[in-house]
């Protein structure tokens, strides 16, 4: 099985905002080896989701985890990420599709957060 990731962020209409997902993505890309790690956004940005995923299948990829790169789950994650994978799901019923715990809501990423807010405030 080639496994891809696809780190899904919410994307905006400056072009600098995505400059702390893409290097993410390349210290993603360069630990993990062979598999293809990938950008992706639900709005404002390019490439988007279904961009991405065709992408990966055109490259092989059979297996694709989808990280949403969000802080908390609200609406976009409750409601149209499950709508979107489940198109996916319909146009590439061959492929294995795993959506990933949301990055902030991961116990590591808010102790990394509050050790941050310490530092900057010399707590």
Known sequence: MTTALILFAHGARDPEWANPMRAVQARVAEQAGAVDVRLAFLEFMSPTLGEAVSELVSGGADRIVILPMFIAR??????????????????????????????????????????????????
Request: cysteine-free; hydrophobic content about 40%; glycine content about 10%.
């Open 74 to 123: 609200g609406g976009h994650l409750k409601h149209e990420l499950p709508e979107m994978i489940g198109q996916l799901r319909l146009a590439y019923p061959e492929i294995d599709f795993s959506l990933a715990p949301v990055i902030g809501e991961q116990e590591r990423v808010i102790q990394a957060m509050a050790d941050s807010a310490r530092e900057i405030t010399g707590l």
